[in-house]
């Protein structure tokens, strides 16, 4: 079945590059995504990568895909005190009716 | 639009109570599912549903009913609550499979303490 794996904590200070990394186990993931869930709040979509892609950037955001591996890592730029955040991997599950999770890392940012 | 909408934000359980979470979308969508959020574990599925009258179970279904009569609604059953139950329960919804870039809509959570 599917499963995802990422490290727990990440603290980096403001203005510094932050990288969080994944690992995902079905080759056959169309569609990988990065979900952000601020305190208190749901999660919301950051940004997706299709299969197919080596990378995508948006804005302060890198998303980096290695399929042989089955690694995906997200990098955000200049990072912000407001970046402090649970970032969450996800890939389709359940033939796309609803995502797996990994257990989040919590990015701290520290001024 | 309100999105998605969860009730009631908090709630506190005697053990053996039961009780049911609200979850209501007003984007026509058809997919909708149950999470539970536990530190350190991540989110777990609990149920999902991919149109009124379809059900089907999660990762972790055990001590919860669901039920999908209409669109819009897909209320979550605890029928006899314990304390390994005391979690933060997310309802989701989207409006196509997410093998084809669809984006789930997260209400806001639900949070239960079951004493």
């Known amino acids: 079945g599917e499963d995802v794996e990422q490290s727990l904590f990440l603290s980096v200070r403001e203005g510094d590059s932050s990288v969080i990394n994944c690992t995902y186990t079905?080759?056959?993931?169309?569609?990988l995504y990065w979900y952000k869930q601020e305190p208190g709040a749901g999660l919301q979509l950051l940004t997706y990568?299709?299969?197919?892609?080596d990378m995508k950037q948006d804005q302060r955001l890198t998303v980096l895909l290695n399929k042989k591996d089955k690694h995906l890592s997200l990098r955000i730029a200049d990072t912000q005190t407001g970046d402090s955040a649970i970032y969450f991997c996800?890939?389709?599950?359940?033939?796309?009716?609803?995502?797996?999770f990994g257990k989040g890392t919590t990015l701290s940012v520290s001024s | 639009n309100a999105g998605v909408t969860q009730t009631p934000k908090f709630q506190v359980l005697k053990t053996g109570q039961s009780m049911t979470l609200q979850c209501a979308q007003d984007?026509?969508?058809?997919?909708m599912s149950w999470y539970r959020q536990d530190p350190g574990m991540g989110l777990r599925l609990i149920h999902y549903?991919?149109?009124?009258?379809?059900?089907d179970q999660g990762e972790v279904p055990n001590g919860y009913n669901v039920s999908r009569s209409t669109t819009e609604d897909f209320p979550l059953r605890l029928l006899s609550a314990a304390p390994s139950q005391t979690s933060v329960y997310f309802c989701a919804s989207s409006y196509s499979r997410l093998t084809n870039t669809g984006e789930l809509f997260f209400g806001e959570g639900s949070r239960l303490t079951v004493l």
């Open positions: 996800a890939e389709p599950a359940q033939a796309g009716t609803a995502l797996i």
């Open positions: 990568i299709f299969s197919n892609m």
């Open positions: 549903s991919v149109g009124a009258g379809i059900t």
């Open positions: 079905d080759s056959s993931s169309t569609y």
């Open positions: 984007m026509n969508h058809e997919y």
